[in-house]
T-cell receptor, first 112, second 115 residues
Framework: SQQGEEDPQALSIQEGENATMNCSYK?????LQWYRQNSGRGLVHLIL?????REKHSGRLRVTLDTSKKSSSLLITASRAADTASYFC????????????FGKGTHLIIQP | DGGITQSPKYLFRKEGQNVTLSCEQN?????MYWYRQDPGQGLRLIYY???????QKGDIAEGYSVSREKKESFPLTVTSAQKNPTAFYLC????FGTGSFQPQHFGDGTRLSIL
């Protein structure tokens, strides 16, 4: 079963605007990761946030984590055409299973 | 440059045929993973391996098999028992597995279709 659910499923904004996407999950986690996937390509790791962290920044990316609400958000500031991609959240719950559990993703389109 | 190489990029399978997807990494990572991605869906874990000669089933292992004879190689065989194999297959690797909070590095995938 899939752990994370991204919202919205699709998002279209103008270049230069900020993009926010959300992820909700069901069970407790050790860490949550965000990945980007360009069409027909593999996933690229963007940022990892541990369960004891609340916010993390990396360049134009800002990730928040609220473990009480079992949710995370990814903010991309000053969007560029090259940011057009699908974005996935992935959770690691530990307990022996060592793979990540992915959501269905948010497809982001940046209009020039 | 270090990375993960998946081959072939496109693969076609006839009914009743087994096919093997290749995954090679030169990142010296211990853990390797196979995921399946269907259109509009997230990734689902097929198999993973934390060390050579050891591997574990993921969420959707039925109809698939793997081997881990070398640290850098983790081939996936899609057997004839997999009734709906058409999908995009992604291989990934990481240091010591996700339990050590390390990100996964992905190859560019193999798209498998049924003739």
């Amino acid at each position: 079963s899939q752990q994370g659910e991204e919202d919205p499923q699709a998002l279209s904004i103008q270049e230069g605007e900020n993009a926010t996407m959300n992820c909700s999950y069901k069970t407790s986690i050790n860490n949550l990761q965000w990945y980007r996937q360009n069409s027909g390509r593999g996933l690229v790791h963007l940022i990892l946030i541990r369960s004891n962290e609340r916010e993390k920044h990396s360049g134009r990316l800002r990730v928040t984590l609220d473990t009480s609400k079992k949710s995370s958000s990814l903010l991309i500031t000053a969007s560029r055409a090259a940011d057009t991609a699908s974005y996935f959240c992935a959770t690691y719950s530990g307990g022996g299973a060592d793979g990540l559990t992915f959501g269905k993703g948010t497809h982001l389109i940046i209009q020039p | 440059d270090g990375g993960i190489t998946q081959s072939p990029k496109y693969l076609f399978r006839k009914e009743g045929q087994n096919v093997t997807l290749s995954c090679e990494q030169n990142l010296n990572h211990d853990a390797m993973y196979w995921y399946r991605q269907d259109p509009g869906q997230g990734l689902r874990l097929i198999y993973y391996s934390q060390i050579v000669n050891d591997f574990q089933k993921g969420d959707i292992a039925e109809g698939y098999s793997v081997s881990r004879e070398k640290k850098e190689s983790f081939p996936l065989t899609v057997t004839s028992a997999q009734k709906n194999p058409t999908a995009f297959y992604l291989c990934a690797s990481s240091i010591f597995g996700t339990g050590s909070f390390q990100p996964q590095h992905f190859g560019d995938g193999t798209r498998l279709s049924i003739l």
